[in-house]
Structure formats: structure tokens, C-alpha cells
């Protein structure tokens, strides 16, 4: 039977917490773990600080199986993890000969003096096992203590990879039945999370095995569905099963999986059905052109696209702006012969202050002759009208296409 064993990851380093540095470990070590069916239930970010690295150590072995450490291994004061875990465990440091020479050896191969303060580095906690660190000088090592295990790795990415892979992963596969888990993520656009939520239903989203989660990214919200199981291809057979749900109750919403994105998958809706684009931006730069432009194919399909820093006497309220882009909508299908037009009209020069305006963003969609549109509250200066405007545009021009093509 699969064992359910659970993580925590503590990246350690004030350097973290003063932005100098990005924490990509932390997330690179929980997508390792997840592939061999250990979930990460916490992640934590500490300074150099003795005392509460150990407290933190000591809370963490109190709730996971496995905690799982990141930096301070190094050679210089402010690098404590080994005292910490050491303390956190109720064990004392042992220093190791043989960890002094490899490291003064690795320094004579680097044609570098070693400092007197690399000693540090060959004291470890009594009985640690040692985990050989083959492309950088800080020795690694486990500690189990009450059914826990305590894991240091060192803060160095690639270092940390290394050690990870060759040492911990086996160790934790041998020391556990972990079994697999598996996650597939289906991509939708033009339906708000809360919507989404409500159109998946609780029966899907409570349950256990496998689960379903929800992240909204600007626009596009992910449905991640993850299954844990004895093997990869049981896993994946828990997971189609849910897909398919998935794909039965929103599909309608649903424009691709992983990585895939909504300009793709527009374009190649367009391609497919022979149809045409036309594009009208006002105010917001080139932003669609930009987005669909990174796509393969998206010239054959664009019949016209212009832009614009402004239009004269537009309407002062939303739904006035909303009215304009949509009949703007229809006459660029029109003017253009095509099948498809979308339209976004803001004004930079009004929205420039915004507390006392009552306009937004105007966005709308013509589908062979079929129009939507809507008004988004923030002004062309954000990042958010780019993103959100045209997310929800060539979404709303996809599902059209699709409901028209059914």
C-alpha cells in the first residue's frame, strides 16, 4: 500500500527575505517530491538566524515526515543550519577529518587557498548520514529523528540538484512506499474563477483522490487535477477520469491544457475554420497584436490591424464606450470582410486621473455578426487592461467561433 508521507521545505538565508535572491528551490524541490508521491504541505523562508531556524526545524519535524532544509552550509558566521538542526534534534556536532580533506582538496583542485573558516564545514550532527555533495564544497547529510527526517541541502541551485537527485530522492523512494503523483492542468478563459468554481460543483473540488484545484492568472484559470497512485499509469488513469468530467461540465470554457495559451489556441480555431481577423486598439498600444504576433500562423489569419493613441469625442460614460466599441465592432467585420473583429477602446488622456471618472476600458467581439462586449473599470495605463481586455476578447472570439462552428 502507497504510505502517504508529507514535507516541509524551510529555504534559509536573509538574503531571501531582502529580495536580493528569488527562491527558486523551494519550488523546484516540491515538483521533485510531487513526482515521486511526497506533497509538500508547507514552505518557509527564514533569515540567519540560530535560534529560529531550530525552532522552525523543531515545529516542522512536529507535523512532517520529512522537512527538508535549503542553505546555510556555508563556511562564514551567519551560515547556522547545521548548529540549528543539530540543537533542533538534541544532538551534538561531530567534527570529520576526512570532510576537511575533501574540502581542501576540491580547493587545491580550484587552484584556491581554503580559509581557515571552511573547517566549519566538517562538523556535523551526531550520526547524520552524509550525503555527498560532488560539485560543491558544503557537505550534506540527513538526521532521523522520532520518525521524522531532517534533510540539508545546500542553497546553491545547482548544488542542491545535484545532491536532490543523486541522494535524497533515491534515499526517500527506498525508505518509503511513496507510490506516484501525477498532476494535468486544464487551461479556461472568459469565465471568472468564482463562476468556474460554481460550474465544476463541490463533488469534484472536495474530493481526495484525485483532487482538483483552482489558480486564476489574469484572465485564464487553471484547473490543476492531481492523483496520487502505486504507478504513473494508474495515476493517469484516476486523472482521465476527472478530465473528462472536467471537459463535460466547462469545456465549453476550456481552450487547452499545461502550457498552452488562449492566442494559440485562437489562431488555430481561426486557421482551422478558414475564418479572418480584423483589430482595433485605442489607447492601449499594440497589446493583442503583440500577444497574437508570438503566435505561428497569425498572419495568414489577420486581415487588418490598426491602432490608436486616441479617439476624438468619446462618450463620458461606461456603457456609452461600451456601445461605441461594439458598434465600431461590427462596422471594422464589415469594412474588412472578416469573420472575426475585436475591438478595444480606452482613453489615456481621461483615465489619466480616475478618481472622479466614471470610464473604463470598453472591449468587444463581433463573430459573424454576433456581438459581445463588456467594460473593465481600470484604465489603459495598467498592465491589467493589456492583460485582461485581450484575454477575455480573444477568449469570448474563440468560444464564439466554436458555438458557431457546433
Known sequence: MVQDINAEIVSIGTELLLGEITDTNSAYIARELRDIGVSVFRMTTLGDNEGRITREIRQAMSRADVVITTGGLGPTVDDMTRQAVAVATGRDLVFHQFLLDDIAARFAGFRSNMTDNNRQQAWLPRDALLLENAVGTAPCFLVE?????????????????????????????????????????????????????????????????????????SGVVDMRVTARAENESKANALIEVVAKELYRRAGAWIFGTEDDTIEAALVARLREGGHNLALSE?????????????????????????????????????????????????????????????????????????????????????????LASRVYGFGPRSREARLWTGTWSMAQAWRMLGEAKA
Not at 541541502?153 to 537527485?165: D, I, K, S
Not at 463533488?203 to 482538483?212: E, G, I, K, Q, S
Not at 487588418?304 to 469625442?313: G, K, M, P, S, T
Request: charged share 20%; net charge negative.
Open 145 to 217: 529523528h522520532e520518525g521524522s527526517v531532517v534533510i540539508s541541502l545546500p542553497g546553491v541551485p545547482r548544488e542542491m540538484r545535484f545532491v536532490l537527485a543523486t541522494h535524497v530522492l533515491p534515499w526517500l523512494q527506498k525508505r518509503y512506499h511513496l507510490g506516484v503523483i501525477r498532476a494535468h492542468v486544464l487551461r479556461a478563459a472568459g469565465i471568472g474563477e468564482s463562476a468556474l468554481d460554481d460550474l465544476i460543483g463541490m463533488d469534484l473540488l472536495a474530493a481526495r483522490n484525485p483532487t482538483v484545484g483552482l489558480a486564476a492568472h
Open 282 to 370: 485605442t489607447g492601449i498600444g499594440h497589446a493583442l497584436v503583440d500577444r497574437l504576433g508570438q503566435v505561428a500562423g497569425f498572419r495568414s489569419v489577420l486581415r487588418h490591424a490598426e491602432a490608436h493613441d486616441n479617439l476624438d469625442a468619446l462618450p463620458e460614460s461606461d456603457e456609452g464606450l461600451r456601445d461605441l466599441a461594439s458598434n465600431y465592432a461590427s462596422t471594422l467585420a464589415r469594412q474588412h470582410g472578416s469573420d472575426v473583429a475585436i475591438v478595444v477602446i480606452s482613453d489615456p488622456e481621461r483615465l489619466e486621473d480616475q478618481a472622479d471618472r466614471d470610464v473604463g476600458t470598453a472591449v468587444a467581439v463581433s463573430v459573424d455578426g454576433q
